[in-house]
């Protein structure tokens, strides 16, 4: 049998299988879940945090500092997404996704965004500019977040494979992210704001809300975006 049969052979198997399907309430490992039609489902925010003008950075900049800048905000974000007890799932190039679940998903990832805007305005700019003095370059960056019930499944083929997060959560996260404006650089939709704690939700003295709300213009929606930032302990 060829390639192009054993393909086609796969295809037709993949579409005519029945699915396996479990509630979950932990974030799965890729090794939890079978690479037939199995899935695991739970209800999770999702969080994606993504380097602004990644594109600017390769082309004009010499590589080792281009891997300097990815290493020092993934680094920051990873050590902050784990936290605030989210697991991470993937890394894109010069982003990464993260879950969170429980009953205070949306808070400890609203909380893990706007943490990663103070570490990237107080510590990792500030470093890159007193380590390279005569550079402009400061890191831009957002993050994006939803929540939705989550369709886990293992894609690939044996030796090569991992997890694909299938939900409106992870759709939805990974392009809020892309909405950078101004100085906002956390997104949230209105289901993830409405589950804020008061705490995520109101900062500053007198408390005013952090969050403000606009129109996802493509998508025909409300969101909240947020300049604020936290001071990790």
């Not at 799932?89 to 993260?98: L, N, P």
């Not at 044996?158 to 956390?186: F, P, Q």
């Amino acid at each position: 049998m060829g390639l192009l049969q054993d393909i086609q052979s796969e295809v037709k198997e993949i579409l005519q299988t029945k699915w396996s399907k479990r509630e979950g309430d932990v974030v799965p490992e890729p090794e939890d879940v079978e690479l037939g039609n199995d899935a695991v489902a739970l209800k999770g925010a999702v969080l994606y945090a993504d380097l602004a003008k990644s594109t600017d950075l390769v082309k004009g900049y010499k590589d080792w500092f281009a891997a300097e800048v990815y290493k020092a905000y993934l680094v920051s974000a990873c050590r902050l997404i784990r936290i605030n007890n989210g697991v991470i799932t993937a890394f894109d190039g010069d982003r990464v996704m993260a879950v969170f679940i429980g009953d205070s998903k949306n808070s400890s990832a609203a909380k893990t965004a706007l943490m990663i805007n103070f570490v990237v305005k107080e510590v990792i700019n500030k470093a890159i500019k007193q380590e390279y003095p005569d550079t402009s370059f400061q890191i831009q960056q957002a993050v994006g977040i939803d929540e939705s019930n989550l369709f886990v499944a293992r894609t690939g083929i044996r030796g090569s494979n991992d997890l694909v997060w299938v939900g409106r959560a992870a759709n939805y996260a990974a392009k809020l992210c892309s909405l950078r404006e101004a100085n906002y650089s956390s997104y949230i939709t209105s289901d993830v704001f409405n589950m804020l704690s008061d705490a995520t939700r109101n900062g500053g003295n007198p408390k005013q809300c952090m969050w403000e709300k606009v129109t996802w213009t493509s998508q025909g929606i409300d969101v909240y975006r947020s300049s604020w930032w936290w001071k990790p302990d």
